[in-house]
């Protein structure tokens, strides 16, 4: 896609819905490119921003060192005028499949690997081994069930995302309101992370905490 040429509205349509979904006016270059899908180096879409800058139609600013563009209304106005303008998946849309993906190709491992922890466990404890073997086997347990936890959230409770807004996972549940404030806290505390599948790897090697 990258040596092909990017229509106008399709740039302006891009840093639109990169805007809405970083949820504040401004993005810098290489978020445009990923809403575009082409690499990061493309000069012709670098030059093309500049030529869109002299037309009005967006304004580079610059923001904590960093060079970014926004919308002017003019670009705004181009933009609605050219009705639907079809773009590439969204990062936040292709995040959320590729979880949803894992998620179901290591869901039964995870099972395992919590149920044969669990076995584990329970075997131990006629055995009175030491404490150290219990602080050790606590790690696993934990890390065991967090990330089971993680991958059925993101494969049957985290909603497919819209593109007409931001997908940031505030870690409420409508379920929350039934419970007394402190409990309210403590369990939005625990879903953090949940979404990140890279605290996934290399969980059965030492019962590494992956929440931290």
Not at 24 to 42: D, K, M, N
Not at 181 to 199: C, D, F
Request: hydrophobic share 35%; with cysteine.
């Amino acid at each position: 896609m990258s040596t092909t040429e990017i229509p106008d509205v399709t740039v302006l349509a891009a840093i639109d819905r990169a805007e809405r979904h970083r949820g504040r006016p401004g993005v810098p270059v290489w978020l445009i490119f990923e809403h575009l899908g082409i690499p990061r180096r493309s000069r012709r879409v670098r030059a093309q921003l500049q030529s869109l800058v002299q037309d009005g139609a967006i304004e580079q600013r610059r923001a904590h060192g960093v060079d970014i563009w926004v919308l002017t209304p003019s670009g705004r106005g181009r933009l609605q005028s050219a009705g639907r303008v079809d773009l590439p998946e969204s990062p936040q849309h292709r995040e959320w499949r590729s979880a949803r993906t894992l998620a179901a190709q290591e869901i039964e491992r995870f099972r395992g690997t919590l149920h044969d922890t669990i076995v584990e466990a329970s075997a131990l404890l006629s055995d009175a081994p030491g404490s150290d073997v219990w602080f050790e086997l606590a790690g696993r347990l934990q890390s065991a069930a967090w990330r089971l936890g993680s991958a059925i959230y993101c494969l049957h409770e985290w909603m497919e995302p819209s593109d007409d807004r931001a997908d940031i996972d505030d870690h409420i549940s409508p379920a929350d309101l039934a419970l007394a404030p402190r409990e309210r806290r403590q369990r939005q505390a625990r879903r953090a992370g949940r979404r990140n599948t890279r605290l996934w790897q290399d969980a059965d090697s030492d019962g590494t905490d992956t929440t931290a």
